[in-house]
C-alpha cells in the first residue's frame, strides 16, 4: 500500500485511515505530518485539528455531522463524539458547464442485444410469469416447477448433491462430529442442462406479496412496477395469472403498460382464475401459453447495437468506509462516460443523498427538475421523521462499524455513484427513465427495493457497489457487483465480479478503474460474461410500498 492515510477534499477536517493505524503513529500526506493519539480502525476517521464540542465535521467537501463532545486531533470519530448533521438545500436554476470526459476510445463501440420492436435493447432475453395477487404465488411455483427443469433452466443441484451424503452418512449411523467435520464431495456430478429456446435467457417467476389489501395506491404502484418489468428491454413478453377480485386490476396494468409503451407488441397472455374456474384447466392453460410465448421469443436474437442503448442503474449495498472512495466514485466515472455517449444512468436511494442535495439540485438542467427533486426528497424525509425513524438512521450497523458513522457521511459517498454529469430528469417511483444522462429515481435506500425499482424504471445493467459483500441480484437484470477493497473481493469472490480495492492501494486511479469498468458493462451486456448473481440465481424482487422505508 502506497498511502496509509487520505484526505478526500481539500477542505476536509477529517482524514481516512487506509489501514489500521496505531496510537503515537506519523504519516505524512502531502507534505503534512499527522500524529494519531488512539487507534484508528481502517476505513475510519480521525481529526485534522481539535475539533472542540459544537465543531462541523467536513467530509468530500460537505458537512456531515457535528462534533458532541471535544475531539483532540489525531482522535477517533465514533458514534458517541459525532453526530448527523448536513446541510439545508434551495431550489434554483444553477446549472453550471459540465466537463465531459474522454469518452473518444468507446464512440463506435457496441454491445450485441437483443432489439424491440419499440427501439429499446436488451442486455438479456426473459420471459416472465407474473401474479397480479398474492393469491396466485402458489399457482405461480406450480408453473415454476412444471417449466424450468423440462426446459434446462434448472439449477446445478450442488447443494442437494452435498446434502445427500451428509444424509446418506446419518442413514449409516454417524454421529455429530462425522456430520460436522467430515469432507463432503464436490459439485463435478451437476451437469448443464441443455436448453430447449436457445436464445431465451430463462423464464422468471416474480412472486410478491402485494395485489389486495393495503392501499388503492399501492395496487396502483404495483401495477406500475410489473408495467416496467413487462416493457423492460430485457423482457420477450409475459404470462400473468389474476384471481380475478384484487384491487390490483388487469386495466389497471393494461393502462400502465400503455403509459410506458404505447405501441406494445410483446406477447402478453393474462388469464383470471375465477373466469377459467378449475385450477387444472388454469395451469394447463397458462403451460400451454407460455410455451407458445417461448417459442416467439425464441426468434429474437443478439445483433450489435450502440452504446447509448444502455441504461445503467447504479446501486450500493453493505457500504463501507471506501465506499465513497474507491467503488463509488470509480461507477461514477463510468457513468459520465457512459452519458458522454448518450446513454442513461439512473442514481437512487434517495435517504442516501442526505446532504449533498444543494449538489444535485445545482446540476439539475431546469428549474422544473430542482423543483421536482427538492419536493420529493422534503416529503419523503418529512414522512420519515414522522415515522420516528428519519434520514439520521439510515446507516445500518455494518455501516458504522466500518466507518460510516452518520447518514451524510454514508450519503456523501454513495453521491459519488452519480458523477459529474447534469441531472437530465427526476422521476417518481416507479415511473420510466425516457431521456438521456443522469436521471434521478425516488426510492428507498433498502438495497433490494431500490434495485428493483431501477430496473422497473428500465435499467438493462446495474452496477451495484458493496464493502461488506452482498449477494444481491434481480431477475432479468445482470447486477454488477463491484467490491470496494481487495479483502472483500479475495474472501467473498464468488459473489463479487469486480474489485476496486486497486484504487486504494494506490495502483489504480479512479479514472482507470471506470473505464475498465465500463469494459466489463459491454462484456456482460453482450453475453459473453455471466456475473455472479446471474450464474447462481439470484432473483431478488422486492416491490416498495409507499410507506417509509430507509
Known amino acids: 500500500m502506497k498511502q496509509r492515510i487520505t484526505k478526500v477534499h481539500p477542505k476536509d477536517n477529517v482524514m481516512v485511515a487506509l489501514t489500521d493505524l496505531q496510537a503515537g503513529e506519523e504519516l505524512t500526506y502531502k507534505g503534512e505530518t499527522y500524529k494519531t493519539i488512539e487507534f484508528i480502525p481502517g476505513k475510519h476517521k480521525f481529526a485534522i485539528n481539535d475539533l472542540p464540542t459544537g465543531t462541523e465535521i467536513i467530509m468530500y467537501g460537505v458537512l456531515v455531522g457535528i462534533t458532541q463532545s471535544d475531539i483532540p486531533a489525531g482522535g477517533l470519530l465514533t458514534i458517541t463524539n459525532v453526530k448527523h448533521a448536513a ?5 434554483g436554476n444553477k446549472h453550471a458547464h459540465w466537463d465531459k470526459p474522454d469518452a473518444t476510445k468507446w464512440e463506435s463501440a457496441t454491445f450485441n442485444g437483443y432489439h424491440r420492436e419499440n427501439g429499446d435493447v436488451g442486455t438479456a432475453n426473459y420471459w416472465l410469469v407474473i401474479p397480479m395477487v398474492f393469491c396466485e404465488n402458489r399457482n405461480i411455483e406450480v408453473l415454476q416447477e412444471a417449466l424450468v427443469k423440462p426446459l434446462g433452466y434448472g439449477r446445478k443441484k450442488t447443494y442437494e448433491i452435498k446434502a445427500q451424503q451428509l444424509i446418506d452418512k446419518i442413514a449409516s449411523g454417524s454421529g455429530v462430529d462425522e456430520v460436522l467435520f467430515t469432507e463432503i464431495g464436490s459439485d463435478d456430478a451437476s451437469a448443464h442442462q441443455h436448453k430447449l429456446f436457445p436464445n431465451v435467457d430463462g423464464i422468471k417467476f416474480l412472486t410478491h406479496t402485494g395485489g389486495c389489501g393495503g392501499t388503492r395506491q399501492d395496487s396502483t404502484t404495483l401495477c406500475g412496477l410489473l408495467a416496467g418489468y413487462i416493457t423492460h428491454s430485457n423482457v420477450a413478453g409475459a404470462t400473468i395469472l389474476s384471481l380475478g377480485c384484487q384491487n390490483a386490476e388487469v386495466k389497471t396494468l393494461q393502462e400502465q403498460i400503455a403509459k410506458r409503451d404505447p405501441n406494445f407488441k410483446k406477447p402478453l397472455y ?22 407458445a410465448g417461448l417459442i416467439q421469443a425464441n ?10 442503448k444502455l441504461v445503467i442503474g447504479l446501486e450500493c449495498g453493505g457500504s463501507d468506509g471506501f465506499s465513497g472512495i474507491s467503488a463509488n466514485p470509480a461507477i461514477g466515472y463510468t457513468s459520465d462516460l457512459l452519458v458522454s455517449l448518450g446513454g442513461a444512468v439512473i442514481l437512487a436511494e434517495f435517504p442516501e443523498l442526505c446532504g449533498v442535495e444543494q449538489n444535485l439540485i445545482d446540476r439539475c438542467v431546469d428549474k422544473d427538475k430542482a423543483e421536482r427533486f427538492s419536493s420529493l426528497v422534503r416529503s419523503y424525509s418529512q414522512r420519515a421523521d414522522e415515522a420516528g425513524s428519519g434520514f439520521y438512521m439510515n446507516p445500518s450497523p455494518g455501516n458504522i462499524k466500518d466507518g460510516l458513522i452518520t447518514d451524510a457521511i454514508k450519503s456523501a459517498g454513495a453521491a459519488k455513484k452519480g458523477g459529474t454529469s447534469p441531472v437530465t430528469d427526476v422521476l417518481d417511483y416507479p415511473e420510466k427513465v425516457t ?13 433490494v427495493e431500490s434495485t428493483t425499482a431501477e430496473v422497473g424504471s428500465g435499467a438493462n445493467v446495474v452496477l451495484f457497489t458493496t464493502g461488506l459483500g452482498t449477494p444481491t441480484g434481480n431477475p432479468i437484470t445482470p447486477v454488477i457487483k463491484i467490491a470496494t477493497n481487495t479483502s472483500l473481493y479475495k474472501r467473498m469472490n464468488d459473489i463479487i465480479d469486480i474489485n476496486t480495492g486497486t484504487i486504494v492501494e494506490g495502483d489504480e486511479t479512479i479514472e482507470q478503474a471506470g473505464e475498465r469498468i465500463l469494459d466489463y458493462i459491454i462484456k456482460v451486456a453482450s453475453g459473453d460474461v455471466e456475473v455472479s448473481a446471474v450464474r447462481h440465481g439470484q432473483n431478488d424482487f422486492i416491490p416498495w410500498k409507499r410507506g417509509v422505508s430507509l
Open 270 to 291: 393474462i388469464l383470471d382464475q375465477q373466469k377459467v374456474g378449475l385450477e387444472t384447466d388454469l395451469i394447463e392453460l397458462a403451460i400451454r401459453q407460455t410455451l
Open 435 to 447: 431521456k438521456p444522462g443522469l436521471n434521478l429515481l425516488c426510492t428507498p435506500g433498502n438495497d
Open 299 to 308: 426468434e429474437n436474437t443478439r445483433k450489435p447495437a450502440p452504446l447509448n
Open 87 to 91: 446541510s439545508g438545500f434551495l431550489t
